[in-house]
């Protein structure tokens, strides 16, 4: 058994919650590498050894969806942080909050509870926050609303059934609308037509590593939208049971997969289905069609919503990276002009939604959007960031302020015609998904003027469209100090970019 | 594109690990992560000898093994290299050990043999109080309220706010309440972040809040305060006739509704009503605004407080009369009634029994000033003044039979009930406004 598997089964993090107000008032010395490290990621709880004693809280936005309330107190949190705090938007339409001393875990976690958020099972071996279409219940264009299915699958997953000790993390994805890109989850539903009915077809095995990475496969079964967190139950349960859990570079679901074979692999679920309660008794092969059709959205700016007299506003967030102010400038925005509703996007943007038309143009020329604009450049529009080495021990390059200076330089030089999806991170380990940009970045070191210096590998020809592909390499390193003038060449020759006259 | 894993025959040595920049190195050093347990003694050697340089992807691979005599080895090497890295301490400095207290601890000593150049000090400190010793918090509180580079003062604080709970509980609040008045907004705004966290924080953000404090600490200050809501308060009185409170208790109670913006209510033991026509909170403090432990004290509060718990949480606390804070503020009410060399007198109601006694004798302690009962009739009344050259203070806090009896003996100032004397309001609206 591994060293994480041993500290895994000598007892469930959950049952660090009841001793959290105890290790804040008595002290946490005596807590040991394991539990400060794996265990108390089942209560979102992240030590972080690049900044000893100040921890990070990984919450769960089911569809990134909250309210301003709970933005505030989020803001609270990270505004008592100081210049420790900040909050990133993540991939997964999560928030993750840095700065926190473990004296505030306590008082956190019943602050969240009190406005209905949770940080639980939030990092290491567990379902992850489960993305949804962003727009869900406001988009022209959707054809299912994914927030109450993503409610009811989540309530499964942390409910008494739900799995405790999976092998590995676990992605989860609902899509709603045709731009829904999820491919890149363990486990993925994709609206699909079947015989005129609208369902869900699914996919599984998708996820990114340093090792390899792979997008989901279609899993040969159609379900209705009312079956979801039960079989989802039933997948994560086989996992739990049947994942190879003797080394972590070979446990993720697609492994498992593969050792069973796909449709021994359906067999075993539905078996597990079936013995949860679950009823399949009609009509469940399916070709894995779906309803995708195109790249997911740019969502900053100004769009109708399917309600009449209403819109919503996206702002991008340069990288994710929040700061307690913006923060509670967003709560007010969201209170002031919309219903009180934000959602986060997979690219790391805001929405506000619910706003009445005629009050959209005041929205968008509130002072937050000098930071946050609603009409970013085709660059930073379309910018994904993982966090970086100011906060990760792995990561390379220092990625959300490299990427932001390239992209701003690069928006000052060039004309661009269009929105270029391009995904920085700071390790093989892909937490930026670089292989889904058009263009990737990828952390490295390379020697220039006989000295090692930062850099970063390009990959280039990532697509979420209908005919999805993965990035390839490009260029091994390019050191940070050529970055720009590089990517500006690369966008002039591959992208339709002009050059604006030089100023004088 | 994946990356490519590490190669076939991997051996963990120094001597194998890719240079930096080529492609194999961030495979291999993946790889090296996953020998668990990892024999750091050659990596440490290499290091040592300078055979590797502590290239920060190498670091965060080792980081993760380290144990405290790796840590000791590697801070030591980075103490004795004059191209240190800044990154190195904060890498490898998460193992708690009291070795390595001790070296941090060494390192920030001044003079000629002193490890560290004084610059470099403020990357250790953070470091040590994440070590959590309660005796390093002289250190740390040295730095951080001497004068100094500013860096080091904030790294200080920084270092007492990693080890909060350790260090002693007094001496910090002292500590965090003088550097959350220092002139510099960096500082002052730390301290009352990390104020905000200590229990009763609520009442010592209360406290700063009336010291001179920079504009943007006191708006920190304010959303500190906002993010620790008051508890709804009930307030018990004796009452007059019929459950009348007297306007003088009634502004006090409206005054601090809008300090705390809480709920503040008021109740009069004579009140008629039954207790159910409260309303009544999810929790609240009920307070005894009562000056002697008699009767009402230990029967009829307990009763109402046994009432009230059947509907939500009531947290009973001691009767006012017995608070060291207001036994003060009445002892130097006495001294400046007898700044003339007459003693003045406590003139309180009549209470029986042992507990009540022992009070009263504590009180005449505290004060300097005798007790005595009221006597019944006014014409005792009359002659007890008299004896005491009209120097008697009513232990009434609001307007009462008590001083209404007095009023035409002695005059109407000095017969003033507690409340109506401005240090005595006071003191009690900032102690009740610094209840949780």
């Known amino acids: ?124 071996d567990n379902p992850r926050n489960i993305t949804g279409n962003p727009l869900a219940g406001i988009d022209p264009e959707e054809w299912v609303d994914t927030r109450p299915l993503i409610e009811a699958i989540q309530a499964v997953l942390l409910g008494p059934e739900g799995p405790r000790n999976l092998p590995r993390k676990f992605n989860v994805a609902v899509g709603g609308a045709p731009d829904s890109f999820l491919l890149h989850n363990d486990l993925a539903y994709l609206p699909s037509l079947r015989e005129g009915e609208l369902g869900f077809t699914v996919m599984v095995g998708g996820f990114f590593s340093a090792q390899r990475n792979e997008l989901a496969i279609p899993l040969g079964l159609w379900l209705r939208a009312e079956q979801l967190p039960l079989f989802t139950l039933a997948v994560l349960r086989h996992y739990e049971h049947c994942g190879d859990r003797s080394s972590r570079q070979r446990s993720r679901l697609m492994y498992l997969i593969e050792a069973l074979g796909l449709d021994g692999y359906r067999d075993a679920v539905l078996e597990t289905y079936r013995s949860l309660g679950g009823d399949l008794a009609e009509g469940i092969p399916h070709d894995g069609s779906h309803l995708v059709t195109r790249a997911p959205r740019d969502v900053c700016g100004q769009h109708p919503q399917k309600q009449p007299g209403l819109c919503w506003v996206g702002l991008n967030i340069p990288m994710g990276r929040l700061d307690s102010t913006a923060m509670f400038a967003l709560a007010d925005l969201a209170r002031d002009y919309g219903s009180g509703e934000l959602r986060f996007s997979e690219s790391q943007n805001v929405l506000i939604v619910n706003v009445p038309i005629e009050r959209a143009a005041a929205l968008r020329a509130e002072p937050l959007t000098l930071r946050f604009p609603s009409a970013p450049g085709p660059l930073l529009a379309e910018a994904i960031s993982c966090t970086g080495n100011h906060y990760c021990g792995l990561a390379q390059i220092p990625t959300k302020s490299t990427a932001l200076a390239v992209v701003e330089a690069l928006e000052q030089r060039l004309e661009i015609p269009h929105p270029v999806r391009n995904h920085w991170t700071g390790c093989p380990n892909a937490c930026g998904q670089p292989y889904m940009g058009e263009i990737g970045l990828m952390g490295a070191k390379a020697r220039k003027d006989g000295q090692m210096v930062e850099a970063v590998k390009i990959f280039l020809g990532g697509s979420m469209s209908a005919e999805p592909q993965l990035a390839l390499l490009h260029n091994k390193a390019v050191p940070l100090s050529d970055l720009t003038d590089v990517l500006e060449t690369l966008l002039v020759e591959r992208f339709g970019a002009s050059r604006r006259p030089a100023s004088e | 594109m994946p990356a490519p894993s590490a190669p076939s025959g991997f051996l963990p040595e120094p001597a194998s690990l890719p240079a930096p920049g080529s492609a194999e190195r961030w495979p291999w050093l993946q790889a090296l992560g996953r020998q668990k347990p990892l024999r750091l003694e050659p990596w440490l050697r ?156 609520r009442s010592l953000l209360i406290q700063l ?61 004579t009140d008629p009503e039954p207790l159910s026509s409260l309303p009544m909170r999810e929790s609240l403090a009920l307070v005894p605004l009562f000056l002697l432990p008699g009767g009402h004290v230990r029967h009829d509060l307990q009763g109402i407080a046994a009432e009230l718990r059947c509907r939500g949480s009531v947290r009973l606390l001691p009767f006012l009369g017995s608070w060291p804070l207001f036994q003060r503020v009445l002892a130097q009410e006495v001294e400046r009634e007898g700044a003339d060399g007459a003693v003045p007198r406590l003139l309180h109601h009549r209470v029986d029994g042992p507990l009540p006694e022992r009070y009263l004798a504590l009180l005449e302690r505290v004060t300097g000033a005798p007790c005595l009962p009221t006597p019944e009739s006014p014409a005792d009344l009359a002659q007890l003044a008299g004896a005491h050259r009209g120097r008697l203070i009513p232990l009434t806090l609001g307007p009462s039979r008590l001083s209404d009896a007095l009023i035409p003996i002695i005059g109407a100032d000095a017969a003033a009930p507690l409340l109506a004397r401005p240090p005595i309001w006071t003191m009690v609206l900032q102690a009740l406004e610094e209840l949780p």
């Open chain 2, 209 to 269: 809040r009336r010291s001179a404090l920079d504009a943007s600490v006191a708006e920190r200050l304010e959303r500190r305060l906002r993010a620790l809501p008051a508890h709804p308060l009930l307030l018990v009185v004796h009452g007059r006739a019929d459950g009348v409170i007297p306007p003088l208790i009634r502004s006090l109670a409206a005054e601090l509704e809008r300090r705390r913006g809480a709920p503040v209510a008021l109740r009069a033991l």
């Open chain 2, 46 to 201: 290499a290091l040592e000898h300078g055979e590797l340089e502590p290239q920060s992807d190498l670091l965060a691979v080792l980081a993760d093994q380290l144990d405290a005599d790796a840590t000791l080895r590697l801070l030591r090497l980075w103490m004795r290299n004059p191209e240190r890295s800044p990154s190195l301490p904060h890498r490898v400095g998460h193992v708690r050990d009291n070795a390595i207290a001790e070296l941090l601890i060494a390192a920030l000593a001044d003079g000629s043999d002193a490890l560290l150049e004084p610059a470099w000090r403020p990357l250790l400190l953070p470091l040590l109080g994440h070590q959590r010793r309660a005796g390093d918090f002289q250190v740390l509180r040295r730095l951080a309220l001497e004068p100094g580079p500013l860096q080091l003062r904030l790294s200080a604080l920084e270092g007492l706010s990693l080890g909060l709970s350790a260090w002693p509980l007094t001496e910090l609040r002292n500590t965090l309440m003088t550097l959350a008045t220092d002139l510099d907004p960096r500082l002052a705004a730390a301290a009352v972040d990390a104020l905000a966290r200590l229990p009763r924080a």
């Open chain 1, 1 to 124: 058994m591994t060293k994480v598997e041993l500290a895994k089964s000598s007892f469930c993090g959950l049952d660090l919650a009841s001793r959290l107000d105890e290790l804040g008032r008595t002290g946490w010395e005596t807590l040991d590498e394991a539990t400060l490290t794996i265990h108390l990621k089942w209560l979102g709880i992240f030590f972080r050894p690049v900044t000893p004693g100040r921890f990070m809280v990984r919450l769960r936005l089911p569809n990134g969806v909250l309210t301003a309330d709970q933005l505030e107190l989020l803001a609270e949190v990270v505004d008592r942080c100081g210049e420790h705090g900040s909050a990133d938007v993540t991939t997964r339409q999560n928030l993750q909050l840095r700065g926190l001393l473990l004296e505030d875990m306590a008082p956190l976690m019943a602050a969240l509870e009190r406005v209905g958020l949770t940080s639980r099972q939030s990092g290491h």
